[in-house]
């Protein structure tokens, strides 16, 4: 393990949440690798490349009328020197353009590869569970104490 | 990236299509940490520790009448000597014993260390996506085209 690459693939988490809570999508998007290989909370089951996520996210941070919270909790890094990977759940809170609150926990896996110099998410993979009894997404279930 | 390493975690993952089409779950316990974080399909949020895990397999594999068919698809492997990741998408298809028929797709992200000369999974995340108008999990898309 190296304890520079694990400091920095923190802060990486910590600037994706610093780019939710100011609704600036950039510095999420300029984190992504050109080969990223995402699989969404929502469909389709996997994307390659990073798509158009600076207007997707913009589209989404539109949504709210409010702040958005976004809280970090759980998170485990692992790295060597040029690879490293991220897991973590996050809680999103807010007030959408409708009126409707959000309250959700997601799940969050980030790879990543050291590209010259800089830490590139090679793949993201955000999900919510589902009740097998009514196939319906879990989403305000938090970790378990 | 380490190419001996990338190999050996492409058999690691054929290690559980090995494991599911022949009903056994012991290979597919022996490789998780005992501090593993695991994301899975079905609730809760998140787990740590591997748990019951032969015995919840054991239950899975129970639950069907016929073969499971467990079918590979988009691998992709990165790994340096000690640490690496694979992600990939699996179909899974068979026969309950309820009489049921399963033909679903779900994403795989399993992030692994090397301990004592022996792969060793420290963190599994599993999912599928969700569609944001109904709230229903949505099992039966495969990868796009």
Redesign the interface.
Request: glycine share 6%; net charge negative.
């Given at each position: 393990?190296d304890t520079g690459s694990e400091h920095q693939l923190r802060e990486l988490v910590g600037e994706r949440v610093a780019a939710v809570r100011t609704k600036n999508p950039e510095p999420l998007a300029a984190r992504h690798a050109e080969d990223v290989?995402t699989?969404?909370?929502?469909?389709?089951?996997?994307?390659r490349g990073p798509g158009p996520i600076v207007e997707k996210t913009q589209q989404w941070f539109d949504g709210y009328a409010s702040d958005i919270g976004y809280q970090v909790e759980?998170l485990?890094v692992?790295?060597?020197?040029?690879?490293?990977?991220c897991?973590f759940?996050y809680n999103v809170k807010g007030t959408l353009t409708t009126g409707d609150a959000v309250d959700m926990?997601v799940?969050a896996?980030l790879?990543c590869?050291k590209v010259d110099g800089d830490w590139r998410i090679?793949?993201d993979?955000e999900?919510?569970?589902?009740?097998?009894q009514t196939?319906?997404?879990?989403?305000d279930?938090?970790?378990?104490p």
């Open positions: 393990m290989v699989f969404d909370v929502l469909p389709p089951l996997l994307r759980e485990e692992r790295a060597d020197q040029n690879l490293g990977f897991s759940v926990w799940r896996t790879c590869l090679v793949h993979h999900s919510v569970p589902f009740d097998p196939g319906m997404a879990v989403i279930r938090g970790p378990p």
